[in-house]
C-alpha cells in the first residue's frame, strides 16, 4: 500500500512538473491557423506538450474533439452560432466552450460598389429579377454566379436555406468548390471593371483586398430566413442574412478537470483584424506551416504584456 501512494504521489508530481500532453485540432482553414498557434505557444508557455493534427473540415473536428475521453484535445475556431448544428451532433456536454476569442465576425454577401450604385441593388432578394441576376453571370446560362461558400463549413447551408426561401434558384448559382480559387477569380473579376458576387466573411484576407464600403458593398436581406436562427437582424437593425459570429475555443471535457488550461481558454481574446491582418499576409505568400507560427511568435512578442497576463491569471487558477 505504501508503495502505491508513493507511485500516485510520483505520478502527481511529474504531471506538475512537465503538464499534460494536448492535441491541436487543425481546422481545414489554413487562415485559422494563425489564432491556433497562439493557443499553441500560451499552452507551452504554462508548461504543456502541444501536438498539432494535420487540417480536417468542422464536423471531423469537432467529433475528434468531443470523441477524445481519456486525453485533452481543442480547436481554436468553433463559430458561434454558425456551428451551433455542428455541437448539437457531438453533443454539448462532451465539449469545454472558452470565452468570447474572437469577437465580431461579419458574414454576408458582397457586389462591386460600382454596379449596385448604377441598378441600385440594395438586397439579395434584389437578384430575383433575372435581369438583375444576369449582371452577375459568368458560365453564360443567364443566371448570377455566386462565389459561395465550401462545403462542410456552416455557412454553405445557410445559403441554401436563404436561396430556397427567397425563391432565388432560378435566378443564382451557387458555386462552391475551394473557396480561395473561387474568390481570387472574383478579385480577378473586379480587377477588369466586371461586376462581381461573392459570400465572405471576416476575419479573411479578402477584405483586405475588396474593401467593403470602397470597392464593395454587402447586400442586405428583407427578412431574415436561417435554418437555425429566428433573426440575422443587427445591432444597427441592418439584417445581412447572417448573424454576427464569436469564435470560442472549443476544448474536449476533460479541459474541465485542468484549472490552468480552461482558465486560459476562458480569458483569451484577439482582435479580428489582427487576424485579418495576419490572412493578408498568408494571401501575399507567407502561408507556409512555419509562416504562420512565425506570424503566432511575432503578435506575442508585439503583445508580451497582453501574453504574460493570460499566463499569469492561468497559473493562478491551478
Known amino acids: 500500500m505504501k508503495k502505491f501512494f508513493i507511485g500516485m504521489l510520483s505520478l502527481l508530481i511529474a504531471s506538475s512538473l512537465f503538464g499534460a500532453k494536448v492535441t491541436a485540432v487543425k481546422t481545414s482553414i489554413a487562415e485559422e491557423g494563425f489564432q491556433m498557434h497562439i493557443i499553441v505557444e500560451a499552452l507551452k508557455a504554462l508548461g504543456h506538450e502541444v501536438e498539432v493534427t494535420n487540417g480536417v473540415a468542422y464536423p471531423v473536428a469537432y467529433k475528434t474533439v468531443a470523441q477524445d475521453n481519456k486525453g485533452l484535445s481543442f480547436m481554436a475556431a468553433g463559430w458561434v452560432p454558425l456551428h451551433n448544428n455542428m455541437v448539437k451532433a457531438v453533443g454539448e456536454d462532451n465539449l469545454f466552450f472558452g470565452g468570447d476569442y474572437i469577437k465580431n465576425c461579419a458574414q454576408g454577401y458582397l457586389i462591386d460598389k460600382k454596379t449596385a450604385e448604377k441598378y441600385n441593388i440594395k438586397y439579395i432578394n434584389d437578384l430575383k429579377d433575372p435581369k438583375t441576376a444576369k449582371l452577375f453571370d459568368i458560365s453564360g446560362n443567364g443566371k448570377a454566379d455566386l462565389a459561395g461558400c465550401a462545403p462542410g463549413w456552416g455557412c454553405e447551408k445557410v ?15 451557387h458555386n462552391q468548390g475551394e473557396y480561395a480559387a ?24 479578402v477584405s483586405g483586398k475588396l474593401v467593403p464600403g470602397k470597392d464593395v458593398v454587402f447586400l442586405q436581406v428583407k427578412k431574415s430566413a436561417h435554418p437555425v436562427l429566428k433573426s440575422t437582424k443587427l445591432s444597427n437593425g441592418a439584417d445581412y442574412g447572417f448573424a454576427a459570429n464569436t469564435q470560442r475555443i472549443v476544448g474536449n471535457a476533460n479541459v474541465k478537470k485542468h484549472k490552468d488550461i480552461a482558465k486560459l481558454f476562458s480569458i483569451m481574446e484577439l482582435d479580428v483584424n489582427d487576424v485579418s491582418g495576419e490572412n493578408m499576409l498568408m494571401s501575399k505568400g507567407e502561408n507556409k506551416e512555419k509562416d504562420i507560427i512565425r506570424h503566432a511568435k511575432i503578435w506575442i512578442k508585439n503583445n508580451q504584456a497582453t501574453f504574460d497576463g493570460w499566463i499569469k491569471v492561468a497559473k493562478q487558477a491551478k
Not at 163 to 169: E, M, N
Not at 182 to 205: E, M
Request: proline share 5%; hydrophobic share 35%.
Open 182 to 205: 473561387i474568390v481570387t477569380n472574383s478579385i480577378a473579376r473586379y480587377k477588369t471593371g466586371k461586376p462581381i458576387l461573392y459570400y465572405t466573411w471576416t476575419p479573411y484576407w
Open 159 to 173: 445559403i441554401e436555406y436563404q436561396l430556397d426561401a427567397f425563391g432565388l434558384r432560378d435566378t443564382i448559382t
